[in-house]
């Protein structure tokens, strides 16, 4: 394991944490499900309407009925959990070490709608791979914060909290660990961050991994703001782009056409107005829930059939499914959360109107593609935005949440991304 011994002050600075919410939160909960006032049902015999009446009458029924928080709490509680003051906010962590030698240091950054509950399931492949399948050598120590302003870290007091922001604090948090040398992965809001670190390339960080494109060549990022995708050449139509022309020859696709197959409204309005979204999210579970299920139709379509069916896809069960909304409640981070996405907003629109570009990422990055990920990012575009790409990879199985879904063949990737760096 490459690591140096803290000195007492970094080791006072890190302080261990444990989950503990009170049973009166838990009441009011239940009794805020049941008593919700419902709309009608859709008007439509599918999700195009949004998320639909039946399908979240089931998962309110077990929520309120047969759904056990305190579960998810000792499993929280059994990993080792810290919490530790950055830049005036207390961030919130689980590092679990492996018990191989010559480990490699790995820090993972959710994304939204999720946490660090989407991570628990990998905590096992990756820091003890001979008990799944892999090598003494490929083992990682782990670190999963949580990103300030969801789960149990403190939410940024101040506008400017985005991407950069984390990613310097995340540099800081794995020198506070004494890693010398480490590596870091991210998908959704998390490969914005990962992407954040490679391009400010913090002493240590050997290279990244991404299941997203957080970044995009520039003329793709005007045509998703700017309401057009331009085809590039050689794209193979797809779930996510299933209505973006095949052909650099044709017209530009508008954005809203791939409404059936890629939703934007949740991360327009959370970009545009995410304290507006919040009143309504901090007041009603029920409400939270159905934003959070009107995500993407792949992960919405296997959370309907976990509690319609009773049939879960991979490691997205009831229970786990539960686990990371019910987080999101507790905690009273629906508003917070949202706010990161103003703040990329933000950005990239000032960027977009000055011209100015990101610093150049050349540390090695591995990218993979899981088949039912909402953009499927062709390795044309990836290699735009990072020329140094080392690791490609088009994955048989997975979706939004891979590591949640899909834990052995996302370990997998990292192993395989990340063997060139030990």
């Known amino acids: 394991m490459s690591a140096t011994t803290p000195d007492m002050a970094t080791e006072a600075a890190i302080r261990p944490f444990e989950v503990s919410v009170p049973d009166e ?25 949004g998320v639909q009446l039946g399908m979240l009458q089931a998962l309110t029924r077990y929520w309120a009925t047969d759904y056990d928080w305190r579960r998810c709490e000792a499993r929280l509680n ?59 050598e490929d083992a990682f120590d782990l670190v999963l914060p949580s990103i300030p302003g969801y789960g149990f870290s403190d939410e940024p007091k101040e506008r400017g ?3 950069d922001q984390i990613a310097k604090a995340w540099a ?3 020198n506070r660990l004494g890693y010398s040398r480490y590596v870091a992965q991210g998908g959704d809001q998390g490969a914005n961050v990962t992407d954040a670190m490679g391009r400010l390339a913090p002493k240590g960080l050997l290279g990244i991994h991404l299941n997203l494109l957080g970044s995009f060549p520039t003329p793709v ?38 409404a059936a197959v890629f939703r934007r409204g949740y991360f327009v309005e959370m970009g545009e107005h995410p304290q507006t979204v919040g009143y309504s999210l901090m007041d009603s579970p029920v409400g939270l829930v159905a934003w959070m299920l009107d995500h993407d139709p792949d992960s919405y379509a296997k959370i309907a059939r976990a509690f319609v069916d ?65 953009i499927q990012a062709p390795r044309s575009w990836t290699e735009k935005v990072y020329p140094n790409l080392t690791y490609f990879h088009e994955a048989d199985k997975g979706g939004h949440f891979a590591a949640w879904e899909e834990p052995e063949a996302f370990s997998q990737e990292l192993r395989t991304a990340f063997k060139t760096l030990r």
Do not use: C
Request: glycine fraction near 10%.
């Open 78 to 136: 059994a990993l080792p959990q810290f919490k530790t003051e950055i830049d005036g906010l207390d961030i919130h962590f689980i590092h679990v070490k492996s018990r191989h030698e010559n480990a490699l240091p790995l820090i993972i950054t959710h994304g939204w709608p999720g946490s660090v509950i989407e991570m628990l399931e990998v905590v096992g492949p990756l820091t003890d791979p001979t008990a799944h399948g892999g090598r003494a």
């Open 172 to 174: 800081e948090l794995m």
């Open 221 to 258: 990022l005007i045509g998703i703001f700017g309401g057009t995708i331009p085809a590039p050449e050689g794209l193979v139509k797809r779930l996510a782009v299933a209505a973006i022309s095949a052909s650099a020859d044709k017209e530009p696709v508008a954005f809203n056409q791939t």
């Open 310 to 374: 009773g049939a879960p896809v991979g490691g997205l069960t009831r229970d786990r499914i539960l686990d990371n909304m019910t987080l999101y409640w507790l905690t009273g981070t629906a508003a917070s959360a949202a706010r990161l996405y103003w703040e990329e907003t933000q950005s990239i629109g000032a960027a977009l109107a000055s011209g100015q570009k990101p610093p150049k990422l050349t540390l090695p990055v591995g990218f993979t593609v899981f088949p039912s990920e909402i």
């Open 161 to 163: 909290y985005g991407p």
């Open 25 to 49: 939160q838990l009441k009011d909960l239940r009794g805020r499900i049941t008593a919700t006032r419902w709309p009608r049902k859709e008007l439509v015999a599918d999700g195009s309407q």
